[in-house]
């Protein structure tokens, strides 16, 4: 049963991450748009997209939040691994699950914040007045969510840890 919902999951987290790579593909035709239109005058078009600065911001923060449970699951996260490499299997299997265990804190607290703090802005009615007029939420949605998956994904972890052999982790290894 485990191994199916991992399966749908990972699913998921891939489906996520793809979606990431087309709002990449967007923030790049948005900045290629800008640039040509500030260059090139095209009678009728304006000089620049005079919102391609602030949209991209969001595009790339929303790129990361696709893509980052996918990262996690691959084991493409920053990692430093030299003193778990160094240190007794044992050892370093245990210092895993605390890792783990840090992480999984972490991500709870940030999806509790983040849901607290996107329903504030909703609940509040905030904008952001840039270039655009947008509901302050509309940024902060995404981030409990995110954590959520996050969340999701360190317990998966931890599970693929338990039934694992007895030592540090293989992926993102830097230490050959």
């Not at 967007?26 to 949209?55: C, K, Q, Y």
């Not at 990361?64 to 699951?73: K, M, Q, S, Y």
């Amino acid at each position: 049963m485990t191994g199916r919902v991992s399966h749908a999951f990972g699913k998921l987290l891939a489906a996520l991450a793809l979606g990431g790579c087309a709002v990449m593909f967007a923030m790049m035709l948005v900045i290629v748009a800008d640039v040509a239109l500030r260059n090139i005058a095209v009678p009728g078009l304006p000089r620049g997209l005079a919102w391609s600065n602030e949209v991209s911001e969001l595009m790339l923060y929303l790129t990361t939040t696709l893509v980052a449970p996918w990262l996690l699951r691959q084991g493409h996260h920053i990692r430093v691994d030299i003193v778990l490499t160094a240190l007794p299997p044992r050892l370093a299997w245990t210092l895993e699950w605390v890792g783990d265990a840090v992480g999984l804190a972490c991500c709870l607290f940030m999806a509790w914040y983040g849901t607290r703090a996107a329903l504030a802005s909703w609940r509040d009615g905030a904008v952001s007045i840039k270039t655009l007029v947008t509901p302050e939420w509309w940024s902060l949605a995404p981030l409990p969510i995110v954590f959520i998956l996050l969340s999701v994904e360190m317990l998966f972890r931890m599970k693929r840890l338990h039934d694992g052999p007895r030592g540090p982790r293989n992926d993102a290894v830097s230490a050959a």
